[in-house]
């Protein structure tokens, strides 16, 4: 007689998908959260009114990483 077992009604494989679809949730938000700041960054340069340390007061970044983003263009 053959045993069958169903995983995805597993309580430890529905806790792993749980988590697993949190994580990816908070790692998108991120990833999203960083382009926007990017966009932002890149609309106040090309603007030509604020000097980078303006910049990153005004998009709450620190200095260095507005030097990244200039670097990339």
């Given at each position: 007689m053959?045993l069958?077992?169903?995983?995805e ?12 679809k949190?994580?990816?949730l908070a790692q998108g938000?991120?990833?999203g959260?960083k382009?926007k700041?990017?966009e ?14 303006e910049?990153?007061?005004l998009?709450n970044?620190s200095?260095?990483q ?5 670097g990339?263009l």
């Amino acid at each position: 007689m053959a045993l069958t077992y169903d995983i995805e009604k597993d309580a430890f494989y529905l806790k792993g998908v749980k988590k697993g679809k949190e994580e990816g949730l908070a790692q998108g938000v991120e990833k999203g959260r960083k382009e926007k700041t990017t966009e932002i960054v890149l609309g106040l340069i090309k603007s030509g009114k604020f000097t980078l340390s303006e910049i990153a007061q005004l998009a709450n970044i620190s200095l260095v990483q507005v030097q990244k983003i200039v670097g990339k263009l």
